[in-house]
């Protein structure tokens, strides 16, 4: 855990931050390629992303645990691509929480203030504040050993509190919680954020975290920025056919289409243009059963409560998922049509995976 002093930019408690064309390499190998962002002060930004893309050595570039090999990194308008962490006004929740084993609740989270030499009262004031706000009173004695794996958490959450820091960055910090108690810290992290107007960065490479939480999702493939927009515009309107895939549940469908414009093997309907190189993208809960449309085989359905998801496979083998709700009675092998509204369609460029603005 990182702890300095803040840095207060206009009328938030957070601070902006800027990245401007940073890299980093080892050796041939590029896990960040000249990327540019911006992050407005008090917002939360969500760096998404599958295993290996950069998100993490963003992250740690901008904690100032990482070097860059080319680039200008700004915090609160200084440039501290040179500083070291101490000294760039950041807090840091990790993965593993960092707590000391033999240390209580109450030494952990003003330990960052004690090595500052933050005279006893302020770290008092410091820690009743933020024992207040998560409601960990009752833990101060114990040690990490004694504490689950959601109270860890909240003590971590402490720290970056107590350091009073304008940037909270969060590496994956969910992961190692179940499915319940991620959902509910997920609801008390936006909580904290909100409450605090810090400006935060936050990694996972969860898409249901990215959407429920983000002001703005910067989406990294490779070392690059695949998209940067609030979570509904990269829904909505994927830059890509690997931003269209990795966000929603189920991801888009993305279906190879013949020069005509329709499904390889069928006789229709038509989902784009007469061109070549084209793919065709649809949300699995933009289509819908009906008398004409694309024929199908239902393969497998999965009946989850509230709706149905259908595995089906088209006339060429191409795999299409489809959302309906409630109980859908289908077997597997049913032979089915789905309509869509030509407005759900997305269209990509084969070779490039860049969105087709027009036909």
Known sequence: MMQTDPIVTGSARGAAVRL??????WGPVAALDAISLEVKAGTFCVLLGPSGCGKTTCLRIV????????????????DVTHLPPAARGVAMVFQSYALFPHLNVAENIVFGLKARS?????????LDRAVE????GHLLARRPGQLSGGQQQRVALGRAIVAEAPVCLMDEPLSNLDAQLRADMRREILALQRRLGITMLYVTHDQTEAMGMADQVVLLRDGR????????DVYATPATAFAASFI???PMNLLNVSESGVIPGSGGPVLGP?????????RPESLRLAETGIAARVTHGEYLGADTVLACTVADGQSLLVRLPGRVGLGDGAEVRFAFDPADLHLFDAGTGRRLTSG
């Open 225 to 232: 920025i695949e998209q940067d927009a609030p979570p509904a």
């Open 118 to 126: 933050v005279p006893k009262a302020d770290r008092l004031r410091r």
């Open 63 to 78: 904690a100032g645990l990482e070097q860059a090999s080319g680039g200008v990194v700004e915090i609160g308008g200084r």
């Open 133 to 136: 706000i998560l409601g960990i």
């Open 20 to 25: 401007h064309g940073v890299s980093r390499h």
């Open 248 to 250: 929603g549940t189920p």
């Open 274 to 282: 007469a061109r070549p190189g084209l793919i065709a993208g649809i």
